[in-house]
């Protein structure tokens, strides 16, 4: 089992930035892909970014990709997402999750184990 608990969200005025972090506890010592999802209000949790556990693939959703950045430090089993030039449509729970296996996808159900998620809210 692992546990994902995510952290850094927050109200942020559009433009600005923000970063979120996801820390894994438990049976950390496989090799997990991990990925953001976002769910907005009223709509489907869709993907946001994954990185596989060497950090050597790296995939975006067209909607954030060149905004947002998604890192990983193995050594504290912790991912981040660091975004910038927010907008009020990235408004949204924001949830990580951790794949068992080491490739990465854009689809949830890939994955293997779900944090409990963190708001964003952009205003404009």
């Known amino acids: 089992q692992v546990q994902l608990v995510e952290s850094g969200g927050g109200l942020v005025q559009a433009g600005g930035s923000l970063r979120l972090s996801c820390e894994a506890s438990?049976?950390?010592?496989?090799?997990?892909?991990m990925g953001w999802f976002r769910q907005a209000p009223g709509k489907e949790r869709e993907f946001v970014a994954a990185i596989s556990w060497s950090g050597g693939s790296i995939l975006y959703a067209d909607s954030v990709r060149g905004r947002f950045t998604i890192s990983r430090d193995n050594a504290k089993n912790t991912v981040y997402l660091q975004m910038n030039s927010l907008k009020p449509e990235d408004t949204a729970v924001y949830y990580c999750a951790a794949r068992v296996s080491g490739s990465i996808w854009s689809q949830s159900n890939r994955y293997d184990y779900w944090g409990q998620g963190t708001q964003v809210t952009v205003s404009s």
């Open positions: 438990g049976h950390t010592s496989s090799s997990y892909a």
